[in-house]
């Protein structure tokens, strides 16, 4: 794969966009399987620390929001939640109006592992923009912008 931005599908001006948006996905998978290899806990899997990301980011939630919010099935979010319980990173809550529904949320441990987690994918992005140079460094900025306005709509 050629690496050079100038003989990018990304720059080409023709109306077929394929070639551009398979380059964009390759170089978007590509880094984020990069840094999700960046976490606190070898053995946690993408979608258990999601949940504590979640956690992290929105606060407690039933079973039910979790696993909507996640896009999963309930039953396999109780799983994902009770393999996060017994680690000690997350806990179940009873709800004092109704024993049946429970809220989870983050331990102390828990947002320990979100917060390392978060450093080490931080300081892998900072150690790969100090290598850049300051054109690379603006054009990467620019491009965060319009990345989250395609990842928003």
């Known amino acids: ?8 599908p990304l720059t080409d001006n023709s109306h ?6 398979s380059e964009l996905r390759m170089a978007t ?11 606190a806990v070898d053995s946690m899997s993408d979608g258990q620390f ?4 979640a956690l992290t980011v929105h606060g ?3 079973l039910g929001q979790l696993a909507e919010r996640e896009r999963v099935t309930a039953p396999s979010m109780n799983r994902t939640v009770t393999l996060l319980e017994d680690a000690g990173y997350l806990t179940r809550i009873p709800d004092a109006a109704d024993r049946r529904r429970v ?3 983050l331990t102390a441990h828990g947002r320990t592992i979100v917060d390392e987690t978060v450093r080490r994918r931080d300081a892998f992005v900072e150690e790969a923009l100090a ?23």
Request: proline residues 2%; positive net charge.
């Open 103 to 105: 809220t989870i949320d």
């Open 16 to 21: 077929d966009f394929s070639a551009a948006a």
């Open 131 to 153: 290598e850049l140079t300051p054109d690379e460094r603006d054009t990467l900025a620019r491009a965060a912008l319009i990345m989250r306005k395609v990842a928003d709509r």
């Open 50 to 53: 999601a949940v504590l990301a």
């Open 1 to 8: 794969m050629n690496d050079r931005v100038d003989e990018s």
């Open 29 to 39: 998978f590509r880094l984020a399987r990069r840094l999700r290899a960046q976490r």
């Open 60 to 62: 407690a939630h039933t």
